[in-house]
């Protein structure tokens, strides 16, 4: 497996932005599936947004979509998630997954490498 360190969380007013890193060890994340996982306590896992191998093909919960953004460099082993025009329901932990698959997965049962997350605050 790979092991995965969320970065780039904290406190930001509704309106703005942050940009959540993704650093992974152990193994090259060109082979992974790539994704964005949040929750808040008491709910499930829920995805936000999901990258494949090469980056061609990228998928967006329809909660964040046109305001977040996945993107990954596979040459520094690192994933990200750019978030934009943030709202107080965005307020989650943020997880980073990897998934040994080819295809975009949205369930968390698919993805077998998670990150410790990163508390994401959206104050109104």
């Known amino acids: 497996q790979v092991q995965l360190v969320e970065s780039g969380g904290g406190l930001v007013q509704a309106g703005g932005s942050l940009r959540l890193s993704c650093a992974a060890s152990?193994?090259?994340?060109?082979?992974?599936?790539m994704a964005w996982f949040r929750q808040v306590p008491g709910n499930e896992r829920e995805f936000v947004a999901a990258?494949?191998?090469?980056?061609?093909?990228?998928y967006y919960a329809d909660s964040v979509k046109g305001r977040f953004i996945i993107s990954r460099d596979n040459a520094k082993n690192t994933v990200y998630l750019q978030m934009n025009s943030l709202k107080p329901e965005d307020t989650a932990v943020y997880y980073c997954?990897?998934?040994?698959?080819?295809?975009?997965?949205?369930?968390?049962?698919?993805?077998?490498?998670w990150g410790q997350g990163t508390q994401v605050t959206v104050s109104s």
């Open positions: 152990g193994r090259a994340i060109s082979v992974y599936v």
């Open positions: 990258i494949t191998r090469s980056g061609g093909t990228i």
């Open positions: 997954a990897a998934g040994p698959t080819i295809g975009i997965m949205t369930s968390a049962g698919k993805y077998d490498s």
